[in-house]
């Protein structure tokens, strides 16, 4: 699709960009003394009208419904769905991990739902229950039974886990090539690489088998998953001295411990979002095509993560240096 197909929603989107927390704002956050102070902060802010006594104590729920009347909006706007689902396939694949355990053990966790914007709990419930379903695409449909063909030979609630996060990652590379913008492609494998990575360093840890490991893997980064397997029997110092020699060497280097040289996989996280938000840096200047609305998804996640470690920390009374060093970069602010 033409890149001017977005000249519609990318002034809009610019528009929702002023709305997101600057940078002084943040640092006034920071500097809050406590939760009454930090309500104070926010009161003028796209948050104020959620500032009841109980803010903090229902900040999760009053995220999940916001980030699905955004997604709902962004679907009803975007001209190619396919961008939005870059974003919220990661609730829809969580949906799926969800409402499969709870058809396979017969429990009720409806309360664990997510929107995504897109699919509804009915929807997804009924896909799950019968394999089938006329607003699913085939992509989805396929994932759910191959998930329910493994658990008929194996009883191992893991597997769900293990085998749609596997799939998630394959059906984000899917959209990605689908779309064909080069920058999307970029964001979405480095995604999967560094997801790779720290799943990798994880099952090392943990001695994960090498089988187990191909299992989880995925094939669809730019590090074949056969150059992360010799690893697997390794130990964790190995297996970073592979990662450093790869094109992520000079990001991750930051994180490798100086005594024991093994990365950090505290840092890890906040080091992979970093990472990912400066491959949007081109969307908040550029004016044609769908990165705009990327980098704005991306900065808004960006937001609520941080918004989440603020008020935790406020709330437990966590150093102000400590909660500084966790929170993600914020660019455009």
Same mark, same amino acid.
């Given at each position: 699709?033409? +890149? ?14 002023? +709305? %997101? ?5 943040? +640092?006034? *956050? ?11 902060? %926010? ?30 909006w962004l679907y009803q706007m975007a001209p190619e769905p396919e961008i939005i689902a870059i974003y919220?396939? #990661? ?19 409806d309360h664990l739902f997510i929107e995504d914007g897109r699919y509804s709990l009915s929807t997804m ?49 899917? *959209? ?17 690489? *560094? ?21 989880? %893997? ?11 397997l010799p690893y697997a029997k390794e130990s964790l110092e190995a297996y970073t001295s592979f990662i ?21 996989? &505290? ?11 400066? *491959? ?39 150093? &102000?240096?400590?909660?500084?060093? #966790? ?7």
């Open positions: 699709m033409k +890149e001017t197909a977005y000249n519609q929603i990318n002034p809009l989107i610019r528009l929702k960009e002023m +709305e %997101l927390l600057t940078a002084s704002q943040y +640092e006034q *956050l920071l500097k809050a003394a406590d939760m009454e102070e930090l309500r104070d902060i %926010l009161r003028n802010t796209v948050y104020g009208e959620y500032l009841k006594t109980d803010f903090e104590e229902n900040f999760e729920y009053i995220y999940s419904k916001e980030q699905g009347k955004l997604f709902e919220t396939s #990661r609730f829809t694949f969580h949906n799926l991990k969800v409402l499969t355990k709870a058809e396979v053990t017969n429990q009720h966790l419930k009924s896909a799950v229950h019968t394999k089938m379903s006329s607003e699913l695409p085939e992509e989805l449909l396929s994932t759910i039974r191959e998930v329910f063909d493994y658990l008929q030979e194996s009883t191992l609630l893991q597997a769900i886990d293990v085998i749609y996060d596997r799939l998630f990652l394959t059906f984000q590379k899917q *959209l990605a090539d689908k779309l064909g913008y080069p920058d999307i492609i970029a964001e979405v494998t480095a995604f999967i690489d *560094l997801t790779n990575i720290a799943v990798m360093a994880r099952g090392i840890i943990q001695r994960q088998t090498r089988t187990f490991l191909s299992t989880i %893997l995925s094939s669809s980064g730019s590090i074949a998953k056969q150059d992360h450093l020699s790869t094109k992520y060497g000079d990001m991750l280097s930051s994180i490798v411990n100086p005594e024991t040289h093994v990365l950090d996989l &505290t840092a890890f996280e906040k080091k992979k979002d970093d990472y990912l938000t400066n *491959l949007f840096v081109k969307g908040r200047v550029t004016a044609f095509g769908p990165l705009p609305l990327l980098a704005y998804l991306n900065a808004k996640e960006v937001e609520w993560k941080n918004l989440r470690l603020l008020v935790v920390g406020k709330k437990n009374h966590f150093p &102000t240096e400590r909660l500084k060093e #966790r929170m993600r970069i914020v660019h455009g602010s």
